[in-house]
Nanobody
Framework: VQLQASGGGLVQAGGSLRLSCAAS????????MAWYRQAPGKQRELVAR???????NYLDSVKGRFTISRDNAGNTVTLQMNSLKAEDTAVYYC?????????WGQGTLVTVSS
């Protein structure tokens, strides 16, 4: 599976951004897609995940502010980020989990200025 992420950028605190991740290749094998992030000097952490069945889960610190969704074809996953905070600044990575592997997209930088 190949993943192409887009949508990062610079935004002021309180603002919004939308990240998109387009999957191609063996998309029929994808069980779940997710967004992770990694801030400077910190470990990569799971931000939000959506399963094939539509179940979602979120990092506690983004609940109520971020929403993960996907299109009907399951090709594109979107992360809508509202009420952004400086601590949301990180490189965000798209992730797809299949039966035997997981794939990563290139990171997209999100910078939130306070």
């Amino acid at each position: 599976v190949q993943l192409q992420a887009s949508g990062g950028g610079l935004v002021q605190a309180g603002g919004s951004l939308r990240l998109s991740c387009a999957a191609s290749g063996s998309i029929f094998s994808i069980n779940a897609m997710a967004w992770y992030r990694q801030a400077p000097g910190k470990q990569r952490e799971l931000v939000a995940r959506i399963t094939r069945g539509g179940s979602t889960n979120y990092l506690d610190s983004v609940k109520g502010r971020f929403t993960i969704s996907r299109d009907n074809a399951g090709n594109t996953v979107t992360l809508q980020m509202n009420s952004l905070k400086a601590e949301d600044t990180a490189v965000y990575y798209c992730n797809a989990v299949s039966i035997y592997r997981q794939d990563w997209g290139q990171g997209t930088l999100v910078t939130v200025s306070s």
